[in-house]
């Protein structure tokens, strides 16, 4: 196929360099410097999509952002798949693949048109809520349909190849947009000394300029965006970041850029020649101040079958003939509303095609360009607009008609042109959206016919954002904005900014018409698009008024307008225009919806950066990691922490080696530690170091129970409670100095618990002299346990062992395999226990030299399943699995751990005076023994008392942990029950989601060695 | 993401770095033992949530470990001032003639006190599409 639609000169494209590319399976040949769309309408393809709910021919419409139809799956493989890109940002490169998101098995011939054809009736709007929604059961059903019609793209189904990168970035001033306004607000802040970052979402800087007639400095203008450009690449001080799209506007001037760098040549980095590299970065940039030089986006008019291939905005097809000398048909109908837009019929003209004529809705258009559009000889129709296109695959022709704008009626007969492109111009709407993501509205200017952005603090706003159109006000604008916010960050330029000499053009006032009235009423008139992306017309939004919504944001919801990628950027001025023309208000009453980031769709690449895999969440190693790697540990995620699980050892059977399973496994080590020793890597607890005078008064402070006793050498268990009685964590603090203490915490509580008791000493109790710090990763803490223990241990230490010298709840300083250690005799497994502490980085040795002499003792790694079970046949709580918020320490019958004489009103102690605290039917902890020992039950399983009560059932509790205990041959479990202490004994019911019904005990939660003897031998 | 001065470090640093930890201002009552139940419950778990200027506690979790305030509005985001633990605030409403009241947002963006009905309700309020 040719390039028919290119002209042979003009344009900021390459002739020389040829680029071949697919789209749909067809190859088709560019140029560089075109976008996908420019080379799709340089080889006159039309039709580029179906649309979303009628499934019609869609063709490329604008030439920017804005598009709402051209919308793309890229990729040459799998691997390299990116839905949703709009043909008209998407630089052309050798052997691109596209294909249209929509329409199957084919663009042209769509089956879907059949549906979309009657579904003209089947899909009023609010289809999918008065459709789909019942049955509900279906709804999945129908969803899957429609998304296969609809093709809103596809993610790839195998792995992204690329890396993405984040980066912090900070500045003066933020330029956003490089247009004449952007470009002069950059030059004016980078001159007064500010650090500027000026990013711009083209492939080139220059924005409306390098399609621009107008001359600047009497050249043209693209010359001076050269010399300007290279102005500011040449300063230090200013970043430029073409390619760069600012998406979100978020608190305190903190803006988000996707910076694309390999896009534009590949679909992936390694396809660009640039194996290893980034494919695109996310800025995220904290700016002392903003520019905002976003610009406007033309609208189109509304009328009958304005959707048909070959209808456009009117400044996209100036765009196409001046940038990428494409002209996109062979006779043009411009209508208009406003004078700006006569440059398409001008710049088509001069391209050597037929401008049939321009209908200009107003009565007696008399500015500058329409004086040169007559004096071209071309027809000028006033007072009248297009009502109508005709033509199915392309435009064939416009019928035109007198109209009266104010009364919403045609007023004259109808006059058939013949012609295969429409382009319309409605109006500007400022680029607001960024303005309005932190939620500033934005207000209607009677006098400009669009919304300009609200005050947001740190933001100015620059040229075409604020109703500044013509390119000398824009320039002055750009560059007065610039200074500004350079003020504003401290920096004040020398003097004022010279400009380009730009001509003033006289122009008359644009009219305010959104949509054309046609012969018909909206509801039986040929379809008239408002929102293009959505399929939204004309009629939706009036009969969503009729059904009566009449807030735009539920007109909005109702209809679509506005929604998905597109985010109402061609339609939502027209769509509240129209539907306040039906409710008799006038649109600032009606009011816009405001915008959400993302302003265009930003990759997952770019937004999830470097965090994935390994790097998506810090994982946090013990130094005796490597050990359990290597000897198989399973492991389990405590927080961040990798922590072993258990240790599966290869087990002989039936002449087969195979692994134990993890049953087999915690069996062993339960068995290993209740009779012989075992060892745990406890490194991960949480260890807080405290000093100070009132060390001691301050822990009598944060805990349940009393501290003032605690001599140097020994070691107390301690209760939290937050002010409200609640339990918040727990943990062993041992006396090392009359002022010096050592507390452990939860493995998942250690970084909540510093910063609660960094809370209470700043902000209660200031004049107590304490100090804390986290100390968990200084120590290793090794945990020998089991009755051999100190016949083990004392191999290894010179620390005296002797049961009357150290004694349980005591801790000794001493040497370790040769090393300097802390030993604390406490026990979480009931057993006589050593947990070792030693410096991180000896940690290795200490553990391997424990099981060089271990060996004759069967010494057994065991990990957290072990340590559960362990604990639990003890009855020892863990804070957070067997606590919730809503449980005291009485609750948990530890009453022994309460101080309620103590002098001063220690954290908690109120709220366990209150009378709900001290009720008999409160949830205390029980043990639970199932009657058939086969049984573990369910943690999370709710109690009841009567199994065979009607549903709802009265609820007594629940199950908190439980396992399968190996000494007692049995599942068994702890539980909360109302009222459970005076239980005792009793049969409680466990009905399940399966329909059966399980029978447990409540018993003592202290299911081995009730005396306590074993862990004080 | 706020962009918060912290006035131990005598910097401004991201939001990452920070927690908030509530109201700020809440004083413990000095004689647990012998305040009410209505009072004890106060403390405990009233809070203001006024459309406005609003003082927080915060503390710099991933910088020097320090509790200060922030005065913030909570309808602009906009912090107005932090000020170490210790101090009071120089920003408050009834100082910015704010008006100040307990209520909810209605959802044409007004303002109604608890109880009360919406006057002219526009329902013009956007909600997430
Ligand atoms: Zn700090």
């Known amino acids: 196929m040719s390039q028919h639609n290119r002209l042979n000169q003009g344009g900021r494209i390459d002739r020389s360099r040829s680029l071949s590319f697919t789209f749909n399976g067809q190859r088709y040949q560019g140029f560089a410097g075109d976008t996908l769309a420019s080379a799709l309408l340089a080889n006159g393809v039309d039709i580029v999509n179906r649309s979303f709910k009628y499934s019609r021919p869609r063709g490329i419409i604008a030439a920017g952002a804005d598009e709402p139809s051209a919308i793309m799956q890229l990729g040459a493989s799998e691997a390299a798949q990116v839905p949703n890109v709009r043909a008209t940002q998407q630089a052309l490169y050798d052997g691109l693949v596209a294909r249209s998101t929509n329409g199957w098995p084919s663009v042209q011939r769509d089956v879907m048109s059949w549906v979309g054809r009657l579904g003209g009736h089947l899909m009023p709007p609010g289809f999918y809520y008065k459709t789909f929604m019942a049955p509900a059961s279906m709804w999945m059903t129908y969803e899957k349909w429609i998304r296969k019609g609809a093709g809103l793209g596809r993610s790839p189904a195998a792995s992204d190849p690329d890396i993405?990168?984040?980066?912090?970035?900070?500045?003066?001033?933020?330029?956003?947009?490089?247009?004449?306004?952007?470009?002069?607000?950059?030059?004016?802040?980078?001159?007064?000394?500010?650090?500027?970052?000026?990013?711009?979402?083209?492939?080139?800087?220059?924005?409306?300029?390098?399609?621009?007639?107008?001359?600047?400095?009497?050249?043209?203008a693209a010359d001076w965006v050269a010399k300007a450009v290279a102005e500011l690449d040449a300063m230090e001080s200013v970043t430029l970041l073409p390619r760069t799209t600012a998406n979100g506007y978020h608190d305190h001037n903190f803006v988000t850029l996707h910076e694309r760098r390999t896009e534009h040549l590949a679909d992936t980095a390694a396809g660009a020649g640039r194996e290893g590299e980034v494919r695109s970065r996310l800025h995220r940039v904290r700016a002392e101040q903003v520019v905002l030089a976003s610009g406007a986006h033309e609208r189109p008019l509304v009328y009958a079958n304005n959707d048909v291939p070959g209808n456009m905005v009117a400044g996209a097809v100036s765009t196409y003939i001046r940038r990428y000398g494409v002209v996109p048909g062979q006779k043009l109908v411009l209508t208009t509303n406003n004078d700006h837009a006569y440059r398409a019929a001008l710049d088509w003209q001069e391209a050597g095609r037929d401008v049939v004529a321009v209908v200009d809705s107003r009565a007696n258009p008399d500015g500058e360009l329409v004086q040169q559009a007559r004096d071209s000889g071309i027809r000028v129709i006033t007072g009248s607009a297009v009502m109508e296109g005709k033509g199915n695959q392309r435009v064939s022709g416009a019928r035109v008609v007198a109209i009266d704008t104010p009364r919403f009626v045609v007023t004259g007969s109808i006059e058939e042109l013949d012609c295969d492109t429409i382009a319309s111009s409605g109006g500007y709407s400022p680029v607001v959206h960024l303005a309005s993501h932190t939620g500033k509205r934005p207000q209607w200017r009677d006098d400009l016919l669009g919304f300009v952005p609200g005050e947001v603090k740190g933001m100015h706003y620059a040229g075409g954002v604020q109703g500044i159109y013509a390119l000398d006000e824009s320039l002055a604008d750009g560059a007065r904005a610039g200074a500004e916010a350079a003020r504003a960050g401290g920096f004040e330029a020398a003097g004022a900014m010279t400009l380009p000499a730009a001509a003033s053009r006289?122009?008359?006032?644009?009219?305010?018409?959104?949509?054309?009235?046609?012969?018909?009423?909206?509801?039986?008139?040929?379809?008239?698009?408002?929102?293009?992306?959505?399929?939204?017309?004309?009629?939706?939004?009036?009969?969503?008024?009729?059904?009566?919504?009449?807030?735009?944001?539920?007109?909005?919801?109702?209809?679509?307008?506005?929604?998905?990628?597109?985010?109402?950027?061609?339609?939502?001025?027209?769509?509240?225009?129209?539907?306040?023309?039906?409710?008799?208000?006038?649109?600032?009453?009606?009011?816009?919806?405001?915008?959400?980031?993302?302003?265009?769709?930003?990759?997952?690449?770019?937004?999830?950066?470097?965090?994935?895999?390994?790097?998506?969440?810090?994982?946090?190693?013990?130094?005796?990691?490597?050990?359990?790697?290597?000897?198989?540990?399973?492991?389990?995620?405590?927080?961040?922490?990798?922590?072993?699980?258990?240790?599966?050892?290869?087990?002989?059977?039936?002449?087969?080696?195979?692994?134990?399973?993890?049953?087999?496994?915690?069996?062993?080590?339960?068995?290993?530690?209740?009779?012989?020793?075992?060892?745990?890597?406890?490194?991960?607890?949480?260890?807080?170091?405290?000093?100070?005078?009132?060390?001691?008064?301050?822990?009598g402070r944060v805990y349940t129970n009393k501290w003032a006793k605690l001599a140097p050498g020994r070691v107390r268990y301690g209760v939290m409670c937050k002010d409200d009685g609640m339990v918040m964590d727990d943990g062993t603090t041992s006396c090392l100095g009359d002022n010096h203490f050592l507390m452990t915490t939860t493995t998942g509580g250690a970084a909540s618990v510093l910063e609660w008791l960094e809370l209470w000493h700043q902000t209660e109790w200031p004049e107590l002299q304490v100090y804390f710090n986290s100390v968990t990763d200084h120590w290793a803490t090794i945990t020998v346990t089991g009755p051999e223990a100190r016949k083990l241990f004392s191999e290894v230490t010179d620390i005296d062992l002797d049961r009357e010298q150290f004694k349980f709840m005591d801790w000794r300083e001493g040497r370790v395999a040769g090393v300097p250690a802390r030993v604390f005799r406490i026990s979480f497994t009931g057993e006589l226990a050593f947990e070792i502490n030693v410096q991180a980085n000896y940690a290795l040795h200490v553990w391997k030299t424990l099981f060089a002499h271990g060996e004759k003792y069967d010494l057994t790694p065991y990990g957290t399943e072990t340590m559960h079970v362990l604990r639990a046949e003890k009855g020892l709580i863990i804070a957070g699995q067997d606590t919730d918020g809503s449980v005291t320490p009485e609750d948990l019958g530890m009453h022994w751990a309460v101080g309620y004489d103590k002098p001063f009103a220690w954290i908690g102690k109120r709220a366990l005076n209150r009378p709900d605290t001290a009720r008999e039917d409160r949830k205390q902890l029980v043990g639970l023994k199932p009657k058939d020992p086969k049984v573990v039950l369910e943690e999370g399983a709710q109690i009841v008392l009567d199994p065979d009560q009607a549903i709802p059932m009265t609820m007594m509790g629940h199950v908190t942990s439980s396992y399968y205990s190996p000494v007692l041959e049995s599942g068994f479990a702890l539980a909360v029950l109302k009222g459970g202490r005076k239980r005792m004994g009793e049969t409680v019911y466990l009905p399940m989601s399966n329909g059966t019904t399980h029978e447990a005990e409540v018993v003592s939660t202290i299911f081995v060695d009730p005396k306590g003897e074993r862990q004080n031998v | 993401m706020f962009y918060i001065f912290c006035p131990y470090c005598d910097e401004r640093r991201e939001e990452e770095e920070f927690h908030p930890s509530g109201q700020a201002h809440i004083t413990r009552p000095a004689d647990p033992e012998n305040c009410s139940d209505e009072e004890w419950g106060d403390y405990l778990f009233f809070r203001d949530n006024p459309r406005g200027i609003h003082h927080e506690l915060w503390v710099h979790r991933l910088g020097c470990r320090k509790f200060f305030n922030i005065t913030r509005d909570t309808t602009t985001y906009e912090i107005l001032e932090t000020y170490p633990m210790g101090e009071r605030p120089t920003v408050t409403a009834e100082r910015a003639g704010v008006r100040q009241e307990q209520g909810v947002q209605t959802a044409d963006g007004g303002w109604q006190t608890v109880g009360a009905r919406p006057e002219n309700s526009k329902l013009n309020e956007e909600t997430p599409s």
């Open chain 1, 164 to 220: 993405y990168d984040h980066l912090n970035q900070h500045c003066d001033v933020l330029v956003i947009g490089a247009g004449p306004a952007g470009l002069g607000a950059a030059l004016s802040a980078a001159r007064a000394g500010a650090r500027v970052i000026l990013c711009d979402e083209q492939e080139e800087m220059g924005g409306s300029l390098l399609d621009s007639r107008e001359s600047l400095d009497d050249a043209p």
């Open chain 1, 506 to 699: 006289r122009e008359s006032a644009t009219e305010a018409l959104y949509q054309v009235p046609h012969e018909k009423t909206s509801l039986r008139a040929p379809k008239q698009f408002v929102d293009f992306q959505n399929d939204v017309t004309a009629a939706a939004i009036e009969l969503a008024t009729r059904e009566g919504f009449e807030s735009i944001e539920h007109v909005k919801r109702y209809t679509a307008l506005g929604f998905g990628t597109d985010q109402g950027k061609l339609g939502n001025i027209n769509g509240m225009a129209i539907a306040a023309r039906c409710l008799h208000r006038s649109i600032p009453e009606v009011g816009t919806t405001v915008f959400r980031p993302n302003y265009t769709p930003v990759t997952f690449g770019a937004i999830v950066g470097r965090h994935c895999r390994e790097l998506f969440d810090p994982e946090r190693y013990t130094a005796l990691h490597q050990w359990h790697v290597e000897n198989g540990a399973e492991f389990e995620d405590v927080g961040q922490w990798k922590r072993p699980w258990y240790f599966p050892q290869k087990r002989r059977a039936d002449g087969q080696e195979r692994l134990e399973t993890m049953h087999e496994a915690v069996a062993r080590e339960c068995l290993a530690v209740r009779q012989g020793v075992g060892i745990l890597d406890a490194s991960t607890l949480g260890k807080i170091d405290i000093q100070g005078p009132d060390a001691r008064e301050f822990l």
